[in-house]
């Protein structure tokens, strides 16, 4: 599962794969909706790993 | 227009003021705790703060004022390679998720308020523990400093002149700050926190409204850059990428490594507090990311400012009614009061622990560590203050710049010890004086420029110095670790008994 948590470093870091203008979307040109995209999507794969987390502390 | 008091706006703009500095002194009896008496309450708030209020608290401290004013700023100057802030504040949450919450269970078994008495704990190491101090303090200066900028700009765009408002803003929040610790700001933070959120969503909405949705927005940036030429662009050109993406990580490596970001972190209730931030958080960060695009909408609104700092400001003037433009900047001013009060605690508390406690006065009970520590975040801010009054701005721009670099390298020592007790005091220290010492080298012989080119092949290639100075800071830590055991191994089997 922690493996996931390096999607986010991936998608972000390797910067030709979404240098573009096109697609765009409402506006926006794919260099900035695709990074804005990442925001909840690393959000979720946290959240992901969070959840099968066993619970290891008191409160 | 400039010179001309705007009495509804700073109206407005007072009102809020008035009321987060009454919220900042009745602070010290929200959630009540002798405030005075353990520094545990002054400077982390009791370590009670659950999910929400981390959130707000650290929220505020980390997206800071001088964010909102200066990465506009630079995203209407340069384009693309602005928005380097983004991929830096998705990425730095994965980080925090792995590795704050193990922080945190080493900080609560030991009751460690700093960084430094991490490193301490795990080394026995006082040289280290100092370098880790020093290093924090030094990075947190400019940093306030900094905030006062964002304070000062808006201050300058109501209309006020002279130096007298900014003062006074910072004399009640050094007052508050010394009576209530790390509850002021927490407190305030909810403020803060929910008027930016209102400012940026209503901007986002109204402004590419009133100028023609965001395609228009995109296009007018890109006449602009068309028109200015150079390494400017909606787009990244092939000789920033590198930059950019080093830009990010380094970024996302070191913001966590601050006195006021941990300061957060330590006063968290709990480790699931804080994995629970690194998920919420994020939604700073698509603010954060709308933010930036106002540099983008200044282009299309057509505003020429001499300073890039002024296009915030600016734009909200042109395209608000004077009511809104008030609340607006007070939220960018309260938005500095935050991290202001945060990083002087942060730092009060590094230096009360790290300093005094270990060289000046060993036996100091908590409530003289409670004491020592409010006077010290008084002087700290006295100093910020002076800072931007006497010194030219640029100084604290180019110290901020370079703290960055600096706090980075406490990194092998903060983090690795979390993991692994392979590591010698010896090893991480050379370390981190090979780091800090290339990295400052470097940037200042580029003109503090951030960058560093290194020549593979033919190319070039540019990166951000603080991550290579990292590499370089660990490179050195496990050679130095490595031999420092080997000989250590080597005495100790010779004097070993038989």
């Known amino acids: 599962m922690w493996i996931l948590l390096l999607l986010p470093f991936i998608g972000l870091l390797w ?8 697609p765009t979307l409402f506006g926006f040109p794919f260099f900035y909706w695709y990074q804005l995209a990442w925001v909840p999507v690393t959000s979720l794969l946290i959240w992901l790993v969070y959840r099968r987390l066993p619970p290891d502390e008191a409160p | 227009m400039p010179g001309q008091i705007e009495w509804t706006a700073l109206s407005i703009f007072i009102f809020f003021f008035a009321l987060v500095t009454v919220m900042g002194f009745l602070a010290a009896r929200w959630k009540s705790g002798p405030v005075s008496e353990h520094l545990d309450e002054w400077g982390l708030g009791g370590r009670q703060f659950g999910t929400w209020v981390t959130w707000f608290l650290v929220g505020g401290d980390f997206y800071t004022a001088y964010t909102i004013i200066a990465v506009p700023a630079l995203v209407y100057a340069v384009g693309a390679y602005g928005f380097f802030a983004l991929p830096y504040t998705i990425i730095v949450y994965p980080f925090v998720f792995a590795v704050m919450p193990v922080l945190w269970k080493r900080a609560h078994a030991a009751g460690h308020v700093t960084s430094a008495d991490v490193v301490h704990a795990a080394y026995r190491s006082r040289a280290l523990e100092l370098a880790v101090a020093i290093t924090g303090l030094i990075a947190t200066m400019p940093y306030i400093a900094l905030q006062l900028i964002g304070m000062e700009v808006v201050i300058k765009a109501m209309g006020l002149r002279g130096e007298f408002p900014l003062i006074a803003a910072f004399v009640i929040l050094a007052l508050y700050t010394y009576s209530s610790g790390l509850r002021a700001p927490a407190l305030i933070a909810f403020v803060k926190d929910t008027m930016i959120y209102i400012v940026v969503l209503v901007a986002v909405v109204v402004v ?24 400017t662009g909606l787009l990244l050109k092939p000789d920033q990428m590198l930059a950019y993406a080093t830009l990010a990580l380094g970024s996302a490596f070191a913001a966590f490594m601050y006195p006021h970001t941990l300061t957060g972190v330590f006063a968290s209730k709990s480790a699931n507090t804080i994995r629970r931030n690194a998920i919420l958080l994020p939604a700073y960060t698509l603010l954060l990311g709308l933010i930036a695009l106002m540099g983008y909408m200044a282009h299309a609104a057509n505003i020429k400012v001499e300073s890039p700092n002024d296009v915030v400001p600016m734009m909200f003037k042109a395209l608000f009614p004077s009511w809104f433009t008030g609340f607006a900047f007070a939220a960018i001013a309260i938005g500095a009061l935050v991290p202001a009060a945060v990083m002087s605690i942060g730092a009060a508390n590094l ?5 005094w406690k270990s060289y000046v006065n060993p036996d100091i009970t908590h409530a003289g560590e409670a004491s020592v520590a409010k006077i010290v975040s008084l002087i700290v801010k006295v100093g910020a203050l002076a800072f931007i009054l006497f010194l ?3 100084y604290a721009l180019d110290l901020q710049l370079l703290g960055g670099l600096w706090i980075m390298q406490t990194l092998p020592a903060l983090v690795f010890g979390l993991y692994t007790r392979w590591f010698r ?26 960058l560093a080119t290194l020549t593979l092949g033919g190319e070039s290639h540019s990166f951000y110095v603080g991550l290579g100075a990292l590499l370089l800071n660990i490179a050195v830590a496990v050679i130095a670790t490595a031999i420092v055991r080997t000989i250590s191994s080597e005495k100790s089997g010779a004097t070993a008994p038989s």
């Open chain 2, 351 to 355: 230096f009360t622990r790290n300093v």
């Open chain 1, 15 to 22: 910067v030709p794969f979404y240098n573009f203008m096109e």
């Open chain 2, 392 to 394: 030219p701005t640029q």
């Open chain 2, 208 to 231: 590419p409204a009133k100028l023609g949705g965001y395609g228009a927005v995109f296009s007018a940036a890109n006449d602009a850059f068309t028109a200015k030429g150079g390494n």
């Open chain 2, 425 to 450: 005091a010896e090893g991480l220290l050379l370390g981190w004086a090979a780091g800090i010492g290339w990295g400052s080298w470097t940037a200042w012989s580029n003109g503090l420029k951030p």
